[in-house]
C-alpha cells in the first residue's frame, strides 16, 4: 500500500552540529507536511510544503521538496538543545488524497 | 481557545473492557483523524473522517470503531481492549487534508491494558 518512509530513525549530535531527515513516499504528494512532537508532548506543525523543488526556510530549518514530489528533507543548521525532538513529515494518502499519513519519525538528541 | 481537547488522558484497562476516547475541536474542521502512537512505530492512523456521519477506516483499524455525529466530536471506540491496544492515542483535526492547511493535534490519550 501507499506509505511514506523516513530515515533516519534515530540521529545523536553534538551541539552545533547539523543534522538532516528524509522523507520518501510511495507515490507522488500533492504536498508534504513537518511536525515536531517534543517529548512527551504531541506533534506541531511546523511547515507544508506545495511546489515541486520547492525549499522553505525557517530561521536554523531548511525544508526541501523534491521535483518528483515523492521526496523531502529537513536540514537543521547548528543544532541547539531547544531542537530535542522526533519530526515527522507527512502527506495525504490514499485514493481521495484525505488520509494524512505520516512517516515513522526521526528522533534528533543533542548533547550539550 | 480550547482547540483540539481528548478525553482522558489517561486510561488502565483491563482485557476484554470496552472504553471510549472522546476528541472535540472547536475549530470547525471538517476533517478529523484518530492515530495510535507506539515506541518506534511513529504516528499510525486508525480512522478518520472527512465530515459529519462519514468515517473511513486508516492503516490499522482493525480492534476500533469511530462515530462522527457532530461536527465537533470525533469517537473512538474499543470494543473488547486487548493488551496490544495499549499506546498513545492522538486525535487530530483540520480543514482538509492537505489542502495549504495543518493538522491540530490533542494532548494525547495514554491508554494500558493489562
Known amino acids: 500500500g501507499q506509505q511514506v518512509m523516513q530515515i533516519p530513525q534515530y540521529q545523536h549530535v553534538q551541539e552545533g552540529e547539523d543534522f538532516t531527515t528524509y522523507c520518501n513516499s510511495s507515490?507522488?504528494?500533492?504536498?508534504i507536511q513537518w511536525y515536531k512532537q517534543r517529548p512527551g508532548g504531541h506533534p506541531v506543525f511546523l511547515i507544508q510544503?506545495?511546489?515541486?523543488?520547492e525549499v522553505k526556510k525557517q530561521k536554523r530549518l531548511t525544508f526541501q521538496f523534491g521535483e518528483a514530489k515523492k521526496n523531502s528533507s529537513l536540514h537543521i543548521t547548528a543544532t541547539q538543545t531547544t531542537d530535542v525532538g522526533t519530526y515527522f513529515c507527512?502527506?495525504?494518502?490514499?485514493?481521495?488524497?484525505?488520509?494524512?499519513?505520516f512517516g515513522g519519525g526521526t528522533r534528533l538528541m543533542v548533547k550539550p | 481557545n480550547a482547540g483540539v481537547t481528548q478525553t482522558p488522558k489517561f486510561r488502565v484497562l483491563k482485557t476484554g473492557q470496552s472504553m471510549t476516547l472522546l476528541c472535540a475541536q472547536d475549530?470547525?474542521?471538517?476533517?478529523m483523524y484518530w492515530y495510535r502512537q507506539d515506541p518506534g512505530m511513529g504516528l499510525r492512523l486508525i480512522h478518520y473522517?472527512?465530515?459529519?456521519?462519514?468515517?473511513a477506516k486508516g492503516e490499522v483499524p482493525d480492534g476500533y470503531n469511530v462515530s462522527r455525529l457532530k461536527k465537533q466530536n470525533f469517537l473512538l471506540g474499543l470494543e473488547s481492549a486487548a493488551p496490544s491496544q495499549t499506546s498513545v492515542y492522538f486525535c487530530?483535526?483540520?480543514?482538509?487534508?492537505?489542502?495549504?492547511?495543518?493538522?491540530?493535534f490533542g494532548q494525547g490519550t495514554r491508554l494500558t491494558v493489562v
Open positions: 487530530a483535526s483540520s480543514y482538509r487534508a492537505g489542502r495549504n492547511t495543518e493538522a491540530f
Open positions: 507515490t507522488t504528494l500533492s504536498n
Open positions: 510544503l506545495v511546489k515541486s523543488g
Open positions: 507527512a502527506g495525504p494518502l490514499g485514493n481521495a488524497g484525505n488520509m494524512l499519513t
Open positions: 475549530m470547525n474542521h471538517e476533517y
Open positions: 473522517s472527512v465530515g459529519e456521519g462519514t468515517t
